[in-house]
């Protein structure tokens, strides 16, 4: 059998990307995952067609947006033993510009809850795109506003995955050094400047990096740090 055009091209793409990895990625450093596997869990993630405004800035009212979210979906869980609901990436992150779309993730105490959690989650209008870029063990939902506006993204996830103390490690240790916050800022336009890149390339690279700075925030909170 033929592959088809779109087959050809998104191939290409990953090997592409595998070759730019294997130079950029030491031995180890994706922790449990290899450059392969790490690019094929990426070049499975279905994200949304975003019909947005996406240029970058900060609102200051990002924190407030989500902290409405966030009662919105302790109401719909009501029942459900949530470990936790964090506002996590870039619009969590004070004078840190992103587009207007917030990252939340909710962890469950239950394995079982995570399925009924899906369902709640269509009920206040969001859709899910399964695999999370977070991590092969979380699930992402979108409710992408309209006209354009605010929208959201729920990860879901167990709360014993390793990933859902990552995730806030890293927020609250760009939040607690500026200097960090800002060098994070420079390599991701460095990043997105590269021509001729393509998202699989710019997302797997961002990943990196962000892999890099999560190994200083897990070890500035393992020596006390944020408490």
């Known amino acids: ?6 087959d050809l091209s998104g191939a290409l793409q990953v090997a592409r990307v595998l070759r730019r990895l294997r130079e950029q990625v030491q031995p180890g450093e994706l922790g449990a995952e290899s450059v392969e596997q790490f ?3 990426y070049s499975r ?7 947005l405004n996406l240029r970058s800035g900060c609102d200051p009212a990002w924190p407030q947006a989500f902290d409405e979210e966030k009662q919105r979906l302790l ?13 996590i990436g870039s619009t969590s992150i004070p004078q840190l510009a992103s587009k207007d779309i917030l990252d939340i993730v909710v962890a469950m105490r239950e394995p079982a809850a995570i399925e009924r959690t899906a369902a709640a989650l269509a009920g ?3 859709r899910a795109h399964g695999e999370s870029p977070i991590d092969a063990g979380f699930s992402w939902h979108w409710r992408i506003g309209p006209d354009g506006g605010r929208s959201f993204v729920v990860h879901t996830c167990a709360a014993d995955n390793p ?24 390599l991701k336009r460095e990043l997105a400047a590269a021509p001729g890149q393509t998202w ?22 393992a020596a006390g740090g944020g408490v």
């Open 163 to 186: 990933r859902f103390a990552e995730v806030r490690n890293f927020r609250d240790f760009l939040r607690a050094f500026p200097h960090e916050r800002q060098r994070y800022v420079e």
């Open 45 to 51: 993630v279905r994200a949304p067609t975003l019909d």
């Open 39 to 41: 690019v094929r869990r």
């Open 1 to 6: 059998m033929n592959a088809s055009t779109g």
């Open 200 to 221: 699989l390339e710019y997302s797997a690279l961002k990943k990196i990096l962000v892999v890099r700075i999560t190994a200083q925030a897990n070890a500035w909170r």
């Open 124 to 126: 206040l209008g969001y």
């Open 75 to 87: 109401a719909a869980l009501a029942g459900e033993d949530v470990a936790g609901i964090e506002h």
